[in-house]
């Protein structure tokens, strides 16, 4: 049973591209959720999607940052007009659903603005 | 204040100690608890979950939780040195599909 699936695992970005990065949920698993870990601090919530909707994007910066969680395909966060401090590692996770609280990661992308 | 606080160390122990890892929280909102595990470079890794005060044991893991002194723990006998990571608290506000809010991690050694 293949776990969460990230990829890229790295991406390299000039400041002013786009970034993309993708997450395939554990089989059976219909919640996704995106957070951030910065250097020397802990993992920051960003967005809550369900198939083709966001339930809570409390977390997500309100400018330049995008989620999505199609009914085909992977869950894609876009980041546009990239800065400096969006370098971070950006974390998956994806839950079951009904009466299941437990989350389960994936290996992250590391992306590094230059 | 943050609403999750952890030291984040590094707490440094020889192989066998046994090893408590915390975390405090402010808001009673929270009903579920997690410990994750995190290597270098890696996806943090569930390692136990609970909902209600008590303690909860899984081999060697042991988690605590105290509701009404707002404080959790996660407890390591006979460490290992595979048990090195940082380590994650992760609380819930009591919907089963909500937000984890994270404690910064405890970066834990054990050395041989």
């Known amino acids: 049973n293949a776990g969460v699936m990230q990829n890229p695992r790295h991406l390299v970005r000039r400041r002013g591209q786009e970034a993309r990065l993708r997450c395939s949920p554990m089989?059976?698993?219909?919640?996704v959720y995106w957070y951030r870990q910065l250097p020397e601090e802990g993992l920051k919530f960003m967005v809550y999607?369900?198939?083709?909707?966001?339930?809570?994007e409390s977390g997500m910066p309100k400018e330049r940052f995008s989620a999505e969680f199609p009914k085909e395909g992977p869950s894609i966060l876009r980041i546009q007009q990239v800065v400096r401090g969006d370098s971070a590692a950006y974390f998956c996770?994806?839950?079951?659903?009904?009466?299941?609280?437990?989350?389960?990661f994936g290996p992250g992308t590391r992306l590094t603005v230059t | 204040q943050k609403e999750v606080e952890q030291d984040p160390g590094p707490l440094s122990v020889p192989e066998g100690a046994i090893v408590s890892l915390n975390c405090t929280y402010s808001n009673s909102a929270f009903q579920y608890f997690m410990w994750y595990r995190q290597y270098s470079r890696k996806g943090p890794e569930l390692l136990m979950y609970t909902y209600s005060s008590g303690n909860k044991e899984d081999g060697r893991f042991t988690a605590q939780v105290d509701k009404s002194s707002k404080y959790i723990s996660l407890f390591i006998r006979d460490s290992q040195p595979s048990d090195s990571a940082t380590y994650l608290c992760?609380?819930?506000?009591?919907?089963?599909?909500?937000?984890?809010?994270f404690g910064r991690g405890t970066q834990l050694t054990v050395w041989p």
């Open positions: 999607l369900q198939k083709e909707n966001i339930i809570d």
């Open positions: 089989k059976g698993h219909s919640h």
């Open positions: 996770a994806s839950s079951p659903g009904q009466d299941s609280y437990e989350q389960y």
């Open positions: 992760a609380l819930n506000k009591g919907s089963t599909l909500g937000r984890l809010y």
